[in-house]
């Protein structure tokens, strides 16, 4: 019983997937070796390799020249059935014509090992294939006798050993041609198809492939059998070329030349992975924005080293400002290694933030540089796997800009407009607060008798120091609308009969009301209502004469004097003077000391 393929050791994933990517290479080997075959020079010779079209992405040739694959060594064992059936259907021969075509596509420091196997593995060349006519002149003339075994078991033995060379290349490969089952003689290691020796070859080829890419081709040449079971059980990356007919054994070898041939190239490229395009800013210094945009130099680098790299789309932003860069191209092509300068210009004016006064700002702006990496190869080698990272890196640090930021305008607004609404408001108060005043106030004693001051109101605050009457206070204005509608000024009256703030006492009157503070009556009357301002003083001393008011507009008098005199005063004391003793015209304290409104006498009009 064949053992099934061996799971491949972990961390080996790679490795495999470098030799399935290689599957799909070999079609350009099967015109080479066609060619070959018909007497012309093979395709992988030719030297150098034609260039791409401008514009399209390089051939395979191209590649590998670029790479310098031939100078890349790989270890060929190919291990060739000789057993009695190889001579039916001209296999053998057939063998024979398809290895010269193969040999002469291999690079001159490749190495081959040739064997033969039948009833025991035979050395037949080892080195390298400089003389590709001559390694095949060194097999036998024909295949056979009929009765000669086959040993397939003893050739992977063989190949493996060659292998494990200590000068081995770092890839390798099997060949085998075969068209028959494994069919050991009786003295051989490997008696069946399974068992401890098979183990044993088993265990050496995963032991190699841990330090190599080994990868095995199986060539059967019967439709019936193949070896690829005894192949694979052995060398867990096999795989199976069978051709439709032996005729076709050429190309199918050639498959699996170019299969190694792209080994090579991922192993030359598997460095590279991970590796992109990296930006860079300078200089390093205060760039000044106000001279029609800083001036800087981006340059864009490769890191890789043999992979060729391309940006397109290529761009860049400054990192949270409103500025704009410009000097990029969309597309730049990178050689390995390469970089590229760019001049740029950075222009516009930054953002001023939420205090945009006019002012000088600085700062470090990063930028953004966008683009999308990819190399040219991946078209061409679509089986390889190329680990290019798809954005550029960087730049790390940004570019030191400084530019004059804000209007003039900014401050004067900021500071004015708020000036203006807060007068605009403190008048606005100030007119219905603080009204301008006008009329006469008419002070008097509650109790009916005794002096009367008359004072004109002007200003929007006015201070009260009646002359006859005494004491002290303030009045102001306030606009009221009342609830008929009419709009008018009230009095906001503020009266201590000693002028300390400990006796003052308040009290609103609106005009032709009377209220009365700390035993004083207040008459508001305006220009209309009572005597001219010129007609009373406001100060002390002998008052004018009064005209003789209209009928009604003064309640009559106690005292039984003229109409509109003054009451006569009661100490003999001048009109105007105060008191000779206490603190109001009484002697003593007023009537009363709480403000109280009281309507006035109905005046003559009033009765019926």
């Known amino acids: 019983m064949n053992h099934p393929p061996s799971r491949p050791r972990q961390g080996r994933a790679p490795t495999r997937a470098v030799h399935r990517a290689a599957a799909g290479l070999a079609a350009l080997a099967l015109t080479a070796l066609t060619a070959v075959a018909s007497g012309t020079a093979p395709a992988a010779a030719r030297t150098p390799a034609e260039p791409a079209r401008a514009g399209s992405s390089p051939g395979r040739g191209e590649i590998y020249s670029e790479l310098g694959l031939d100078r890349v060594p790989a270890d060929y064992v190919v291990l060739v059935d000789v057993s009695g059936s190889m001579l039916g259907e001209g296999r053998y021969s057939s063998v024979r014509s398809a290895l010269l075509p193969f040999l002469k596509g291999l690079s001159p420091r490749d190495y081959v090992a040739l064997f033969t196997f039948g009833d025991k593995a035979e050395t037949v060349y080892l080195g390298h294939p400089s003389d590709p006519e001559g390694i095949v002149g060194k097999l036998p003339d024909r295949a056979g006798p009929s009765d000669v075994r086959t040993d397939i078991g003893a050739a992977l033995d063989r190949g493996l050993t060659e292998l494990e060379r200590p000068d081995a290349a770092g890839i390798g490969s099997v060949v085998m041609f075969t068209d028959g089952k494994h069919d050991p003689p009786k003295d051989s290691t490997y008696p069946t198809s399974d068992g401890p020796a098979w183990n044993a070859l088993r265990d050496r080829a995963e032991e190699l492939a841990d330090g190599h890419e080994l990868a095995a081709y199986s060539l059967p040449l019967a439709t019936d059998e193949s070896g690829t079971a005894q192949l694979s059980g052995v060398v ?47 200089p390093t210094g205060t760039l000044d924005l106000d001279d029609g945009g800083a001036a800087a130099t981006l340059t864009l680098t490769a890191t890789t080293e043999r992979v060729p790299l391309t940006v397109t789309g290529l761009g860049a932003t400054a990192d949270g400002q409103p500025l704009t860069v410009t000097g990029l191209p969309d597309r730049v092509s990178l050689e390995p290694g390469a970089a590229r300068r760019f001049d740029v210009q950075v222009r516009g004016e930054p953002d001023a933030g939420p205090l945009p006064v006019r002012r000088t700002w600085e700062a470090e702006v990063g930028l953004t540089v966008h683009g999308e990496v990819t190399t040219p190869w991946a078209a061409t080698l679509d089986d390889v796997e190329f680990e290019v990272p798809k954005a550029v890196e960087g730049p790390a640090g940004g570019l030191r800009l400084r530019a004059e930021v804000g209007s003039v305008l900014a401050l004067p607004l900021l500071t004015g407009v708020p000036l203006v609404v807060l007068l605009a408001a403190l008048l606005l108060w100030t007119r219905s607060h603080r009204a301008v005043l006008n009329g006469v106030l008419v002070l008097s004693p509650a109790s009916g008798d005794g002096p009367r001051d008359h004072i004109t109101l002007h200003g929007r605050r006015q201070a009260l120091a009646p002359p006859r009457i005494g004491g002290a206070g303030r009045v ?20 201590s009969p000693d002028g300390t703030p400990a006796r003052s006492a308040d009290a609103v009157c609106r005009p032709g009301d009377t209220v009365v503070v ?73 009537p009363g000391s709480s403000a109280r409104r009281e309507r006035p006498a109905p005046s003559e009009r009033d009765l019926p």
């Open 236 to 282: 867990p990356d096999t795989t199976e070329l069978r051709p439709d007919s032996v005729q076709n054994l050429t190309e199918y070898l050639g498959r699996a030349a170019e299969r190694a041939r792209a080994r090579k190239a991922a192993r030359l490229i598997a460095p590279d992975a991970g590796k992109g395009v990296t930006a860079t800013l300078s």
């Open 476 to 495: 102001h204005g306030r606009r009221f609308r009342a609830d008929d509608g009419r709009r008018g000024i009230a009095l906001h009256l503020s009266y």
């Open 518 to 590: 700390n035993g004083i009556r207040f008459v508001y009357r305006t220009d209309h209502d009572g005597p001219p301002a010129s007609a009373v003083p406001e100060t002390g001393g002998v008052p004018a004469p009064l005209p003789i008011p209209r009928p009604g507009s003064l309640p009559p008098q106690g005292n039984g004097s003229r109409p509109g005199s003054l009451p006569p005063q009661g100490d003999g004391s001048r009109p105007g003077s105060l008191p000779p003793h206490g603190d109001s015209p009484w002697g003593s304290s007023p």
